[in-house]
């Protein structure tokens, strides 16, 4: 079992749906970030959070650390929010180190 | 702008030769970070550093190697050892807490 699983792997929506991936991690942590790669490969960081909840424009980042789970939404979605959007956590046992899930690709049609 | 910039986007090289990979940040963080990453699977760990002249072996180190002679500067070699080193490389770095900055990564593709 990997220290990050996410769900779903992979996800489709209509413009304007509400969309919610999710994350769950079985290591102590003291922050998660959520990461987001476009298809040419680059990443960009959208939220680090270690506690209750934080949000970006149409993004909302939420985090239980008691139950070991985070979920990232996306209000009103859009086809430029096509992406691969990954969890990553740095274990407390490793450091600086981040941990990574495998990424949820969405795509939005118009 | 502060960023990390890793060149060139896209490389070809030839069964057998080594290639090295830059990364440069001028974000002025000590560690920095080489990661993996395979169609499919999540970013594995190749190299850190958390400070210049030294260096750690992460989960997947064996066929690569790198320096860390500049605190700016972070570059991977990917030898003729790696059995399978077409792959997305991506570099990053992190401030004195838990901020991590991404750069724009480097597709390496061996014929």
């Not at chain 1, 996306?74 to 990553?88: E, F, K, N, Q, W």
């Not at chain 2, 992190?94 to 991404?102: A, R, V």
Request: net charge positive; aromatic share 10%.
């Amino acid at each position: 079992k990997n220290e990050v699983e996410q769900s779903p792997q992979n996800l489709t929506a209509q413009e304007g749906e509400f969309i919610t991936i999710n994350c769950s991690y079985s290591v102590g942590i003291s922050a998660l970030h959520w990461l987001q790669q476009h298809p040419g490969g680059g990443i960009v960081s959208l939220f680090m959070l270690s506690s209750g909840k934080k949000k970006h424009g149409r993004l909302i980042a939420t985090i239980n650390i008691q139950e070991k789970h985070s979920s990232l939404h996306i209000t009103a979605s859009h086809p430029r929010d096509s992406a691969v959007y990954i969890c990553a956590v740095p274990p407390r046992s490793s450091g600086s180190r981040l941990t990574f899930g495998e990424g949820t690709q969405l795509t939005v049609n118009p | 702008d502060g960023g990390i910039t890793q060149s060139p986007k896209y490389l070809f090289r030839k069964e057998g030769q080594n290639v090295t990979l830059s990364c440069e940040q001028n974000l002025n963080h000590d560690a920095m970070y080489w990661y993996r990453q395979d169609p499919g699977q999540g970013l594995r760990l190749i190299y850190y550093s958390q400070i210049v002249n030294d260096f750690q072996k992460g989960d997947i180190a064996e066929g690569y190697s790198v320096s860390r002679e500049k605190k700016e500067s972070f570059p991977l070699t990917v030898t003729s050892a790696q059995k399978n080193p077409t792959a997305f490389y991506l570099c990053a770095s992190k401030d004195g807490g838990y901020g991590y900055t991404f750069g724009s990564g480097t597709r390496l593709t061996v014929v």
